[in-house]
């Protein structure tokens, strides 16, 4: 299998070598300066957005640190995402989860892989690129759980301010949308007849056809919006960097891993330590140290650092600077169903023939146009409430259509990126080998479940371990089977029918001794198949002074130290409706113009 991967891996940076060439960032070989004003942990989502906004402040000096190095060029091409998780992939942290208690029982171990982004845009630069900012109910909920300044209100200014949309937005839905900011969006363009045949089968359900997800309201059958700039994937980099590498204020070293925060004796964060060519550095802060290492890596480096559960840091010996029980805990993610597959009438679907084949590598080179100019296999979205709420437009569920099924491959490569135990991968999904098809991804949009971030050691070069907990709330499978059950009666409807769809209603292999179509079944299914969407989230939770598991305040300040603020995804104390990426940098612009509150250079 290795040499198959190294196979794919050539090839796919070759060709895309081809189509974009290489586009390295400007970045400084080592440390400038004895201090800086700030430094900020991390060029992710939320980081990149940090240190383009505090980098407009001319006389502030700002150091961006990056544990991974330059993005490969298939970062740049969106119908590549695929191959950026691939086991071994050098821009990925590598990241498995823990054995999983309530679920995953057809993956190796019952865990399964994690990416997280480690190159300059971490997540935003290997993630399928579909922008939803979450519900306003979301952002609501936060302000209502004791976080002034969070509810939609205030967050949709940070929305507007970030993209620049240039999709086919209506009179009603304009307002809602911002025109001249550092992120691209785009309404999603090349899709497969399967597109149609889905928002057709929404409409004879009586679900409507949902124009914007980031307008007004978010429920019904929509195309996705994607951060896509002319064919291009628009990163969060590529946003806030790319274009201004030209500051002299602002610094950024690669290959620069932070293992700990530096305090002094009065709890304030100093500087960090961070390895880089297998030597240890220190860079100082006169101002503030920003955390931005996503909801993996910012409750790490706080425990590393001394601030935690004294109790949990204490197995490691880990001098305390701060008892914080939160850090590392309420970890959300949103469990999502794979294997609920229909085949189809041939060329109706998706297949990395069409995708990789001289035509469509043309095309994307000469227009940036084709399935190369789009994420591959992501080609629509179903925002539903299947009863977690009493408010019947806040969706508790997002379908997603992925027009091909998870045998697309002869199970070379999908089954091993998803983590499927291979014997049962071959078992159940053989018969599909080389046959057009359609996948209904059923995901929890608000789960119930909590898991956590903790150490595996004192060693930062250690993973942590990664427990999401799934279906540890017996609600989530309850949601889960309604879901699927409405995903089988989507997929027999004549819209279907016409691209000639038929459910593969194969007995999965672990719940044989169950009825069959029951909701047992389902239920069973649904702990055999179920995995992550890759958003994790909550981490490092936003609470008031009165909640003993929060940890940092409404101005993202981390609780009972100085100078040091998380800005990131982990501080979402209830994860938003759909994916985080977009959520994740409104984060990040509205955490940098909170700090220049604070330093009193904007009001």
Same mark, same amino acid.
């Given at each position: 299998?290795?040499?198959?991967?190294?196979?794919?891996?050539?090839?796919?940076?070759?060709?895309?070598?081809?189509?974009?060439?290489?586009?390295?960032?400007?970045?400084?070989?080592?440390?400038?300066?004895?201090?800086?004003?700030?430094?900020?942990?991390?060029?992710?989502?939320?980081?990149?957005?940090?240190?383009?906004?505090?980098?407009?402040?001319?006389?502030?000096?700002?150091?961006?640190?990056?544990?991974?190095?330059?993005?490969?060029?298939?970062?740049?091409?969106?119908?590549?995402?695929?191959?950026?998780?691939?086991?071994?992939?050098?821009?990925?942290?590598?990241?498995?989860?823990?054995?999983?208690?309530?679920?995953?029982?057809?993956?190796?171990?019952?865990?399964?892989?994690?990416?997280?982004?480690?190159?300059?845009?971490?997540?935003?630069?290997?993630?399928?690129?579909?922008?939803? /900012? %979450?519900? &306003?109910?979301?952002?609501?909920?936060?302000?209502?759980? @004791? !976080?002034?300044?969070?509810?939609?209100?205030? $967050? #949709?200014?940070?929305?507007?301010?970030?993209?620049?949309?240039?999709?086919?937005?209506?009179?009603?839905?304009?307002?809602?949308?911002?025109?001249?900011?550092?992120?691209?969006?785009?309404?999603?363009?090349?899709?497969?007849?399967?597109?149609?045949?889905?928002?057709?089968?929404?409409?004879?359900?009586?679900?409507?056809?949902?124009?914007?997800?980031?307008?007004?309201?978010?429920?019904?059958?929509?195309?996705?919006?994607?951060?896509?700039? /002319? %064919?291009? &994937?628009?990163?969060?980099?590529?946003?806030?960097?790319? @274009? !201004?590498?030209?500051?002299?204020?602002?610094? $950024? #070293?690669?290959?620069?891993?932070?293992?700990?925060?530096?305090?002094?004796?009065?709890?304030?964060?100093?500087?960090?330590?961070?390895?880089?060519?297998?030597?240890?550095?220190?860079?100082?802060?006169?101002?503030?140290?920003?955390?931005?290492?996503?909801?993996?890596?910012?409750?790490?480096?706080?425990?590393?650092?001394?601030?935690?559960?004294?109790?949990?840091?204490?197995?490691?010996?880990?001098?305390?600077?701060?008892?914080?029980?939160?850090? %590392?805990?309420?970890?959300?993610?949103?469990?999502?169903?794979?294997?609920?597959?229909?085949?189809?009438?041939?060329?109706?679907?998706?297949?990395?023939?069409?995708?990789?084949?001289?035509?469509?590598?043309?095309?994307?080179?000469?227009?940036?146009?084709?399935?190369?100019?789009?994420?591959?296999?992501?080609?629509?979205?179903?925002?539903?409430?299947?009863?977690?709420?009493?408010?019947?437009?806040?969706?508790?569920?997002?379908?997603?259509?992925?027009?091909?099924?998870?045998?697309?491959?002869?199970?070379?490569?999908?089954?091993?990126?998803?983590?499927?135990?291979?014997?049962?991968?071959?078992?159940?999904?053989?018969?599909?080998?080389?046959?057009?098809?359609?996948?209904?991804?059923?995901?929890?949009?608000?789960?119930?479940?909590?898991?956590?971030?903790?150490?595996?050691?004192?060693?930062?070069?250690?993973?942590?371990?990664?427990?999401?907990?799934?279906?540890?709330?017996?609600?989530?499978?309850?949601?889960?089977?309604?879901?699927?059950?409405?995903?089988?009666?989507?997929?027999?409807?004549?819209?279907?029918?016409?691209?000639?769809?038929?459910?593969?209603?194969?007995?999965?292999?672990?719940?044989?001794?169950?009825?069959?179509?029951?909701?047992?079944?389902?239920?069973?299914?649904?702990?055999?198949?179920?995995?992550?969407?890759?958003?994790?989230?909550?981490?490092?939770?936003?609470?008031?002074?009165?909640?003993?598991?929060?940890?940092?305040?409404?101005?993202?300040?981390?609780?009972?130290?100085?100078?040091?603020?998380?800005?990131?995804?982990?501080?979402?104390?209830?994860?938003?409706?759909?994916?985080?990426?977009?959520?994740?940098?409104?984060?990040?612009?509205?955490?940098?113009?909170?700090?220049?509150?604070?330093?009193?250079?904007?009001?």
């Amino acid at each position: 299998m290795a040499q198959v991967l190294t196979v794919i891996y050539t090839f796919i940076r070759t060709l895309a070598w081809i189509l974009v060439g290489s586009r390295n960032f400007r970045v400084d070989p080592a440390l400038t300066r004895p201090t800086y004003d700030f430094i900020v942990v991390g060029s992710g989502s939320a980081g990149s957005a940090v240190v383009g906004r505090l980098s407009e402040v001319p006389e502030w000096q700002v150091l961006l640190l990056e544990a991974g190095g330059q993005p490969p060029p298939e970062a740049t091409v969106p119908g590549m995402a695929p191959f950026m998780v691939l086991e071994g992939h050098e821009s990925d942290w590598q990241y498995v989860t823990t054995s999983q208690k309530y679920c995953q029982f057809n993956y190796v171990n019952n865990a399964n892989k994690y990416p997280r982004g480690k190159m300059l845009g971490g997540s935003s630069s290997i993630n399928y690129m579909i922008f939803v /900012r %979450g519900n &306003r109910r979301d952002f609501d909920g936060w302000a209502r759980l @004791g !976080n002034p300044g969070w509810d939609y209100q205030s $967050v #949709l200014p940070y929305f507007k301010k970030m993209e620049t949309y240039t999709g086919n937005a209506s009179a009603r839905d304009a307002p809602y949308h911002g025109y001249s900011g550092p992120v691209t969006i785009e309404d999603k363009g090349w899709e497969t007849p399967v597109a149609e045949a889905f928002f057709k089968a929404g409409r004879e359900m009586g679900f409507p056809s949902l124009n914007d997800p980031n307008a007004k309201e978010q429920f019904g059958f929509t195309r996705p919006q994607i951060n896509v700039r /002319r %064919g291009e &994937r628009s990163s969060a980099a590529e946003a806030y960097i790319r @274009g !201004n590498e030209h500051r002299r204020n602002l610094h $950024v #070293l690669v290959n620069a891993h932070v293992t700990k925060i530096l305090f002094n004796d009065n709890k304030r964060a100093i500087g960090v330590r961070f390895l880089k060519d297998n030597k240890v550095e220190e860079a100082y802060a006169t101002k503030e140290v920003i955390l931005s290492a996503g909801a993996i890596g910012s409750p790490q480096i706080l425990m590393l650092s001394g601030v935690g559960d004294t109790d949990h840091l204490q197995q490691f010996n880990i001098p305390m600077v701060h008892h914080l029980p939160g850090v %590392g805990q309420n970890l959300q993610d949103h469990p999502t169903l794979y294997g609920l597959t229909w085949t189809i009438d041939r060329h109706k679907g998706s297949s990395f023939g069409r995708l990789l084949n001289i035509y469509s590598s043309v095309w994307y080179l000469l227009l940036r146009r084709g399935p190369l100019s789009v994420p591959f296999g992501l080609d629509g979205n179903a925002f539903l409430n299947m009863g977690s709420h009493e408010d019947p437009l806040w969706p508790d569920v997002q379908l997603v259509l992925q027009p091909q099924t998870p045998a697309i491959d002869g199970g070379i490569m999908f089954g091993n990126q998803i983590g499927f135990r291979s014997k049962i991968f071959r078992e159940y999904f053989g018969p599909l080998y080389g046959k057009a098809g359609f996948n209904i991804g059923t995901m929890i949009s608000v789960p119930k479940s909590r898991g956590s971030v903790t150490l595996r050691s004192r060693n930062p070069r250690d993973a942590p371990l990664i427990d999401p907990n799934f279906f540890s709330d017996p609600e989530d499978v309850e949601i889960m089977t309604r879901a699927i059950k409405f995903s089988l009666a989507l997929g027999n409807t004549s819209a279907f029918a016409e691209i000639g769809a038929k459910f593969y209603d194969k007995t999965l292999p672990g719940c044989e001794e169950t009825v069959k179509h029951s909701d047992e079944y389902w239920n069973c299914f649904a702990r055999h198949m179920s995995s992550t969407n890759y958003h994790p989230a909550g981490t490092c939770k936003m609470a008031p002074r009165d909640n003993p598991m929060g940890v940092v305040d409404h101005r993202l300040r981390v609780w009972g130290v100085s100078g040091l603020r998380v800005i990131d995804a982990s501080i979402m104390p209830v994860m938003v409706v759909g994916n985080t990426n977009a959520a994740s940098i409104m984060i990040g612009e509205k955490g940098a113009d909170i700090i220049k509150q604070d330093w009193k250079v904007i009001r």
